[in-house]
């Protein structure tokens, strides 16, 4: 039987937070084009939670500036 510590843990979720966020980026390239690095910048700094609503909303999105408005609330 293998313990999980807490440093192991974390590791765990910050690699599920990563492939969420990666996971996000390759939707919004797919559904609006291109990003600019700034708009990915910004994403990247979106707290997880954020992330997760942004993977919901981003089934909304026409265009590039449905993104850059739903980053702007």
Do not use: C, N, Y
């Not at 807490?6 to 996000?24: A, D, P, T």
């Not at 600019?36 to 981003?58: C, F, K, T, W």
């Not at 026409?62 to 702007?72: G, I, K, M, N, V």
């Amino acid at each position: 039987m293998q313990i999980v510590t807490s440093w192991m843990q974390e590791g765990i979720e910050q690699g599920i937070e990563q492939g969420e966020r990666s996971l996000v980026l390759r939707l919004l390239t797919k559904r609006v084009g291109t990003l600019p690095s700034e708009v990915r910048d910004r994403i990247d700094q979106l707290p997880i939670d954020q992330v997760e609503a942004l993977g919901e909303a981003l089934l909304e999105f026409r265009t590039l500036t449905d993104l850059e408005a739903w980053l702007s609330q």
